[in-house]
């Protein structure tokens, strides 16, 4: 078996495939971009226009599945070269998770657009998912640069994710005992802001393969946990 | 190459990944109805123990992973059975996302066993969780017989869960109303409620997966859709 050859064959194509996968990732900021914005504004049209594009990101993953199942069956990699393929499926069914979210977002502004309005909250989702959107930016170009250390910071920052849900969970049970007209738009915004902070763990798990594929190892979850009645919300699930 | 005698090898491998997976399933299993059980009884005994076994499961998953990229390495597969191993490492991954449902089920076990109790609600619940647990009971059995009529099946009860998961959602929402000290445990019982409907799309998926296995195609997503007014709850996620 002609090694090189099979060697520099197998990087020009997974080369092809993480060109799809950034193309993905840029599809799937712009989904957290605008689907935040829709809520923000109830914009019924950009919402529909964000479910919409999700069947692009659905189909992208499709592809790329395809792609990868390709280049192993046809090169037969090393084990090392196939430890890549496997963690850029695995970034890749990411992507689509953070895409799913985004969708369901655009999804519930619809819902809210009929609803009592909430003061503030609209906002502060707003920001949380502007967060999200920047450390996913980040976590892609580390996997492109193969930079560890970037991928790393990601991991910290989503701390500050799981901060913003916390706050947001209360506030949101403030709201609800203040006025029982808000319960109903809370239990929605409550979904989009645990969906916005699931958004910050799949960024995470895509920082990680990261790691995974310039160290070798997977990175310890060094996350200090609380006990079972002192954990944060956003621990539990 | 001798494809005979690679065959047989794969097929060997094989074997003894699905006992792994086999095995796995009966774990996530009675996790399921551990927890669901921990909850109606607010036992956080039981709720510890869900949580302890979840990291049993989280390495088994590893373990099924390794041994599938160890697979493909090794026997170079066909690209036939290249798409079992790949469905094998879905099925797996699959199964470990709704172990971590159950685990969390307990966390919030813990959480509400210091919490205002919601009558009724936590037996409905397990009652939920139950059928859940059939349902993987039988997609695993699907997937052993390569049985696509049996996994076909699987989703269609999917959309029971939907339906207990909707009338969930009304009722949680009634006793918010009635009452605010029923907001705080009112929110936790629903994400139960909807991490419990996640883990009934997972089992489906598992039983996509058989049908794919079986059938060399996915099935069509053919169930109604609301517009997005009428659309039922447990279509937002």
């Known amino acids: 078996m002609n090694e090189r050859h099979i060697a520099s064959a197998f990087d020009s194509d997974l080369e092809q495939i993480q060109t799809q996968i950034m193309k993905m990732g840029g599809l799937v900021e712009e989904a957290i971009l605008d689907a935040s914005k829709s809520l923000k504004n109830l914009d019924e049209e950009l919402a529909e226009q964000v479910r919409a594009k999700d069947k ?45 979210y985004a969708k369901n977002m655009a999804k519930r502004t619809s819902v809210l ?88 763990d799949h960024v995470t798990s895509v920082a990680e393969q990261v790691i995974y594929l310039v160290t070798g190892s997977m990175p310890d979850d060094s996350r200090p946990k609380g006990d079972h009645y002192t954990r944060e919300l956003s621990e539990l699930d």
Chains 1, 2 share one sequence.
């Open 56 to 100: 692009v990101i659905d189909r992208l993953e499709e592809v790329v599945n395809e792609d990868c199942a390709r280049l192993i069956a046809l090169r037969s990699p090393t084990a090392g070269d196939l430890r890549i393929v496997l963690s850029v499926m695995k970034i890749n069914s990411n992507l689509e998770r953070i895409g799913d």
């Open 113 to 200: 657009a009929h609803m009592t309005p909430v003061d503030g909250a609209r906002g502060a989702l707003r920001r949380m998912a502007r967060e999200v959107q920047l450390m996913l930016k980040d976590a892609l170009d580390a996997f492109v640069q193969r930079d560890a250390e970037l991928a790393q910071d990601i991991l910290e920052r989503d701390r500050d994710i799981d901060q913003m849900y916390n706050a947001l969970f209360r506030e949101f049970l403030t709201f609800m005992m203040e006025d029982p007209r808000y319960i109903t738009p809370c239990m929605h915004l409550h979904f989009i802001a645990k969906n916005t902070e699931r958004m910050g």
